[in-house]
């Protein structure tokens, strides 16, 4: 069993920054993709961005540019900077953890974007 705790999600004004951050416990293979993906109301959850164990990175267009994943493989954590943020930003984000073993999800957590 793997456990994802994230963090870092608020509240902030268009054009802010928030950074979140996702601790991975228990079995974890040390080969593995990380990620992170939101779910708007009313929408299906999309990818916004992962990262593999050796670093390669694959983002959504509507974050490229301004969103950073990035990970440190000794703390199992993988982290979302996320600048610029804009209304549309709004949802709620979850970590994901895959590899050959399964597949997990963290509980989420809430950013909120104001006009």
């Known amino acids: 069993q793997v456990q994802l705790v994230e963090s870092g999600g608020g509240w902030v004004q268009s054009g802010g920054s928030l950074r979140l951050s996702c601790a991975a416990s228990g079995r974890i293979v040390s080969v593995n993709t990380m990620g992170w993906y939101r779910q708007a109301p009313g929408k299906q959850r999309e990818l916004v961005a992962t990262i593999t164990s050796g670093s390669i990175t694959i983002y959504a267009d509507s974050v490229k540019g301004r969103f950073t994943i990035s990970r440190d493989n000794a703390k199992n954590t993988v982290y979302l900077q996320m600048n610029s943020l804009k209304p549309e930003d709004t949802a709620v984000y979850y970590c994901?953890?895959?590899?050959?073993?399964?597949?997990?999800w963290g509980r989420g957590t809430q950013v909120t974007v104001s006009s």
């Open positions: 994901n953890l895959d590899h050959y073993t399964g597949n997990w």
